[in-house]
């Protein structure tokens, strides 16, 4: 029953708040017709009541109550600065990663455990839901040990988190590259067995590669994002960071498939596969395509290109055929990437990072602090975040925001060219990254001296596939510079995992890669 009042929970507008709205869009109100408008909107806004009054749809209950909420690390226990706080939820007791640890990137939600995206607004977020791909890894039999740290928001390769950069475990001096960057040293330290990134520009895999890791991100909408800090629900993707193929695919196994909570949208409901089962099955016969714009073009360096070709040897002595193609957009994709992202950004700020346009659940309580936090800390916004919004409002403002439309018929394109390539059962190679890992300043920089550090070429290779949405898998093939890992990514059709993970298999089977001598790592007991 309505409460007997005049207005329910929601006050409609007063006839200044109107002509304060319509300004806002460019439309002009006088007195009168604002007065007349009230009672209408009053009419309208009556619906919003409906909504207040009938009770919350309930998500998920939590299934693993084994939780030490934990702290942040002490002095010297954290020696790469992987962490932003230990804590423990033990899952399963059997399971097919029973007995493993796992670490989770601070975008990811976890139900008790504060949530920074790797920033300083506040409030801070405290999930009351478990994000999905942490009830399938806990139900898996994983045990979480912490939330890695990140950066900024996830704007940037690896130095912008406010709680400092995570240093590589291979060479402290240099950078892990992210914004999954906590997840990468973690899993390479030994401190966690494996870790969940996101990826959005290639903060899976850039990671993974410069901490010669094995890092995968799936085909858009195979791993559920509900639960995710979101940056677009076209581009948003989970993935593992793993030391071996094998646990890859393990890991991906577990946290693949369809769930009715999520926002990204595909064309049916997508079923995980077995994809460990396709490891021994070689690559005889198979042909592989070496993007001709992924190399030189884009900056590859010479160290890199030698450490890739030697990826390829590997595939041809196992029996692969190895040929060149193009790819005209592939240089271009940073360029439409980052103006889709720029519009985006400020749709999600719009809608207090919700976004719109899906049929996925929204979690009430975390979109009211996000609210909360643009009101009272919005200064604090990364650097990049800050930059989107207001180019977003320029384009807009003088531009019509036409840049847009172009960007996502781009993106198309793109996408059309890749599938053109792919064909009928090929696997695209590139160098993961164009470089090494960078090495890390020795002190705090400012905004302007740390904006040309935060993208770059680091994402070259990385992007197109969070535009197209093709899986894109990379392993380690050699080292480069300064004893450092260069990773090897191979690309494949939509849903065709098992064969990346086939031919990846064959890549580390050559032994192209080690800890260098004397490489430091914390030991797990640091945890």
């Known amino acids: 029953m309505r409460p007997n009042r005049e207005y329910g929970y929601v006050r409609p507008p007063s006839a200044e708040q109107l002509q304060r709205y319509a300004a806002r869009h460019r439309i002009s ?3 009168e017709e604002a007065a007349e408008l009230v009672p ?5 806004v009556a619906g919003f009541d409906v909504i207040d009054e009938l009770p919350e749809p309930q998500g998920e209950p939590i299934r693993f109550t084994n939780r030490d909420p934990g702290r942040p690390p002490l002095p010297g226990e954290d020696p790469y600065n992987a962490f ?23 975008c990811i939600a976890i139900a008790g455990m504060p949530l920074t995206n790797g920033s300083r607004m506040l409030p801070t977020i405290t999930p009351t839901e478990d994000a999905t791909v942490v009830e399938r890894i806990l139900a898996a039999g994983a045990t979480i040990i912490g939330k890695t740290n990140m950066e900024d928001m996830a704007m940037g390769i690896g130095e912008g988190s406010v709680y400092g950069p995570a240093r590589n475990p291979i060479n402290p001096r240099f950078n892990t590259g992210g914004s999954s960057s906590g997840s990468g040293a973690a899993v390479a330290a030994g401190m966690a067995d494996f870790a969940l990134g996101a990826d959005e520009g290639g903060s899976v895999r850039i990671p993974a590669a410069w901490c010669g890791l094995v890092g995968m991100k799936a085909t858009h909408g195979l791993v559920p994002s509900y639960g995710l800090s979101y940056m677009d629900h076209t581009i948003d993707h989970i993935g593992p960071l793993t030391a071996t193929v094998e646990l890859n695919a393990k890991v991906l196994e577990v946290i693949a498939g369809a769930d009715w909570r999520d926002p990204q949208w595909v064309r049916a409901d997508p079923q995980a596969d077995s994809y460990a089962s396709t490891l021994d099955q070689g690559v005889q ?9 992924a190399l030189e073009p884009i900056g590859a360096t010479p160290d890199v290109l030698e450490a890739f070709e030697a990826g390829c040897d590997a595939l041809r002595r196992a029996g692969a055929t190895i040929e060149r193609v193009s790819i005209p957009l592939w240089s271009s994709a940073w360029a439409i990437e980052n103006a889709l992202l720029t519009f985006a950004g400020r749709a999600m700020a719009d809608s207090y990072g919700a976004g719109y346009g899906h049929k996925g659940r929204i979690s009430v309580p975390v979109t009211e ?4 936090q643009q009101r009272t800390t919005n200064k604090d916004l990364a650097i990049l975040s800050k930059i989107n919004l207001m180019l977003a409002e320029h384009m807009r403002e003088e531009y019509l925001g036409v840049h847009y439309g172009k960007a996502q018929n781009l993106r198309i394109e793109l996408t059309k060219q890749v599938q ?17 890992a960078g090495e890390l300043t020795d002190r705090r920089l400012t905004m302007t001296e740390m904006l040309p550090r935060l993208a770059g070429s680091a994402v070259f290779n990385t992007c197109p596939l969070d535009l197209t949405g093709h899986p894109a898998l990379t392993v380690p093939c ?3 510079d300064h004893g450092l890992p260069v990773g090897f990514q191979l690309i494949g059709a939509p849903f065709d995992e098992g064969t990346l993970y086939r031919a990846a298999a064959e890549v580390e089977r050559a032994g192209l890669w080690s800890l260098p001598a004397g490489a430091a790592v914390a030991p797990p007991s640091a945890v």
Do not use: H, Y
């Open 29 to 31: 109100l006088t007195d």
């Open 40 to 44: 209408i909107a009053a009419e309208t």
């Open 84 to 106: 932003i706080r230990f804590c423990r939820v033990t899952g399963a007791d059997s399971g097919p990663l029973a007995g493993l640890t796992a670490a989770v990137k601070d």
């Open 285 to 293: 016969g198979m042909t592989f395509l070496v993007i001709e714009e």
């Open 369 to 372: 602090v996000i609210a909360a």
């Open 420 to 436: 053109l390539a792919l064909g009928d059962g090929r696997v695209l190679l590139t160098p993961t990254i164009p470089t090494v």
């Open 478 to 480: 050699g080292t480069g």
